[in-house]
């Protein structure tokens, strides 16, 4: 099983550039989620999606754009990377019981972006 | 709001040491509970998990959780740590009702001397 694939797995942006992160999992997860990593802060929610064609917003979504076309795929879009959007980007999927249990993510390997 | 209060941003310990990190989270409904580890270059894996019933929750490892609900905490407990317990751990929260949003602490690394 692949669980959720990111790709790539580094890159390096100049200010101003655009970039899709990619997101793919296999377990058929309704929930998939984009998660932000720096020093101290632990990881904040950017966007998060509970199906396909739904998405919303999470505790730091600005400066990135989200699209949920498919179960599997959930790619991250920065539009004009800034130096600020320099961190560690995790990809993470779930299910729901549907009874209110929200049952742990699985996440990917992490993209780890640098903005020059 | 969510919000996820972890008090110890660094700890060191010494192996065979008892592990206490503290977990603290603001939301007055119903809540689902995680402990989550990352070990060096590696990404998130689950350690343990609340929903229902006994507040003593035992995950992988020997590692253990106690969910007092009066004090919204949800500690993370291991009687004797050894050097393979190095990681950073992160507590997370998300609510039962109103959306699928997991807020996660700000971590606390854990090292322990071998």
């Known amino acids: 099983n692949a669980g959720v694939t990111q790709t790539p797995k580094f890159q390096v942006l100049k200010t101003g550039q655009s970039m899709t992160l990619q997101c793919a999992q296999d377990?058929?997860?309704?929930?998939m989620s984009w998660y932000r990593q720096d020093p101290g802060m632990g990881l904040r929610l950017i966007h998060y999606?509970?199906?396909?064609?739904?998405?919303d917003q999470g505790e730091v979504p600005n400066g990135y754009n989200v699209s949920r076309s498919t179960t599997e795929d959930f790619p991250l879009r920065l539009l004009s990377a800034a130096p600020s959007q320099t961190s560690v980007y995790f990809c993470?999927?779930?299910?729901?019981?549907?009874?209110?249990?929200?049952?742990?993510?699985?996440f990917g390997d992490g993209t780890r972006l640098s903005i020059l | 709001a969510q919000s996820v209060s972890q008090h110890n941003h660094h700890v060191i310990l010494s192996e065979a040491a008892s592990l206490e990190l503290g977990c603290n989270y603001s939301?007055?409904?119903?809540?689902?509970l995680f402990w989550y580890v990352q070990y060096p270059g590696q990404h998130l894996q689950l350690l343990l998990k609340?929903?229902?019933?006994?507040?003593l929750v035992k995950g992988i490892k020997g590692f253990e959780a106690e969910f007092i609900k009066s004090k919204f905490s949800f500690n993370l407990r291991k009687p004797s740590v050894q050097w393979s317990d190095t990681a950073e751990y992160f507590c997370?929260?998300?609510?039962?009702?109103?959306?699928?949003?997991?807020?996660f602490g700000a971590g606390t690394r854990l090292f322990v001397k071998a």
């Open positions: 939301y007055g409904g119903t809540v689902n």
């Open positions: 999606s509970v199906g396909a064609g739904i998405t």
């Open positions: 609340y929903f229902s019933g006994d507040p």
């Open positions: 993470a999927s779930s299910y729901s019981t549907g009874t209110g249990i929200h049952q742990p993510q699985h």
């Open positions: 997370a929260v998300n609510a039962q009702t109103g959306g699928f949003k997991t807020i």
């Open positions: 377990m058929n997860h309704e929930y």
